[in-house]
Each structure stands twice: as C-alpha cells, then as structure tokens.
C-alpha cells in the first residue's frame, strides 16, 4: 500500500488498523512518512507508542523489524555478527581439499552468506520489494553508546561494516524509535528525528479506543471502566495504568461475567489494572471507594447497563 497523500489519510490509515490517534500525531506521522525521517515517540508505558509502528506496518503492508532495546545492548545484536561456526567449517574444508590462497580463502569467509543480519542491517534492504517498518523499542534502555552507534544509521540510513565496506539502503525504512524517558535522549539523535509525546488520552479519547480494541465489550462497563481508571490516574502511583491496562481490566470483567463496578469486584481484579503492591495498597480500600463513589454520581450521564 502506497503511504498517505495528507495527514486525514493518514488519519484514517492509522483508524483502519483501529488506532485512534489526535490530530497532531497524525501530523507527525505523515510528516515522517513523507519526508522519510524517523519518529521519535515519547510518553508513559502503555499508551500506544509500540502499537503505532505495529499498526503502521500492518496497514501499508510492510514488514515489522523490532530491535528491543536493554542496558548492554550492542553492535552484535543490534547490527550484525559473523557465523564463525560456518566460517571454521568452510576453513577446515579448504585444508582438507584444494588450498586456495590465504586471500582468497579470507575473502570468501568474509562474504555476505556468512553474516548473520540483526534488526539494523536487516532493515536496510527490501522486504518483498518494499522497505519495512523499524521499531527501536525503549531506546532509553539502551546505554549511550548505542545512542551513538544509531547516529550513522538514523541520518545516511548506511552502516560500515569493516570487512565488507559500507552498507547502504536502496530505500529508507519507516523508522519508529520509542522511548518511556527512564533518561534523556541526546541532542544529537533528537535532531535526526520529528518527536511526538504521547501522553494520557482525554475520557472520550480512552472510551473511543476501547471501543475498536474491544468492540464487543459492553458499553456501560467500558464506561465505568474508562471513568475509574482516568480518575486513578490523578492519584500519585508509582506506576499509573496505560491503555492498555484498560483494556484488559475491562476484557478481565467482561471474562467473569461483571455488568458493573463494584467495590469487592475493584478489590478483587485491581492486579489486572495496577501491577506494583505499593500501588494496590493505596487504591484498596477507601481510595477505591471514594473513587468508585466518583463513578457513579457521574453515572446519570452514562447509558444504563442492558439489563437495567
């Protein structure tokens, strides 16, 4: 699939792969596409930054490249390393066959089919004729030479690897670089980028998401569900729920058959919504309840559950 012409169809691109996003990150989106940039998404966990690239690559039919990053990641997982098993076994023949020259010999177990491609060189070629989507995941988990390394691949889309010379790419991959800010990311890679902060989504915005990631849930139960979660949201957590949190509490009830919020059935799935004990201590209990007490004077608004 050809990229969007203008940022509603980019809009609606994203809306096909049932991703709902504002207007700005459209923009972003677009513009990256376009103009063949990286995009830099910053914002909390679970707010959709790595679904974006996933939708991106499903809806124009691309394919998905991740590099997941981790403090200690480097060139030989990220980029490439040799097969020295392959490379033993092809020098152990040649000594028990014809000998060829030392330079020839060097040279052919230094070729391309004894390289083992990682995400990076793998997402410089084509993929079915098409270049695919790069997902650089958590890039402040990475250390900051990593950083560094990027530099080279972010602004030429080319690597040098010594033996072989330099590597480039016939086309740009579509490059999605996320990062949850555990540290800041250096100037230098901020200016190889366009950014997009992704932050909390408004009521509406989260109750619209649940309805395309779960569309056969229960309106008045995603409601409650929405409401909850966006007013935990203002309680000072150690780790405050992502979307994606809300969608699999609201799948979690919908799964034990609840029609509404209640405060043993809060008590009883909260590990569901929050995963640190800390947290869990602070809701349960009264903070629940008046949270819950919340919810439901705001309920008359509400369309009532089916069996009302």
Known sequence: MESPANVDETERLLASGDYVAERGLATAVFLSLRLERPLLLEGEAGVGKTELAKVLASTLGRALIRLQCYEGLDVAAALYEWNYARQMMEIRLAEVGDRPSRSKLAEDVFS?????????????????????????????????????????????????????????????????????????????????????????????QELEILRARYPSGAEHLGREVVAFVQRLRHLDLFKRPGIAETIDWCRALAALGVKGLELDVVHETIGTLLKYQDDIDRVRGNVAERVLAEVNRAAPCREPPPDA
Do not use: K, M
């Open 112 to 204: 391309r089919r004894f390289l083992i491609e990682r995400p990076l060189l793998e997402a410089l070629r084509l993929h079915q004729g098409s270049p695919p989507v790069l997902l650089i995941d958590e890039l402040d988990r990475a250390d900051e030479p990593f950083e560094a390394f990027l530099l080279e691949v972010l602004s030429e889309f080319q690597v040098t690897i010594p033996e072989l010379g330099v590597v480039s790419a016939e086309q740009p991959p579509i490059v999605v670089i996320t990062s949850n800010r555990t540290r800041e990311i250096h100037d230098a890679l901020r200016r190889r980028c366009f950014y997009r902060w992704i932050g909390y989504p408004s009521e509406e």
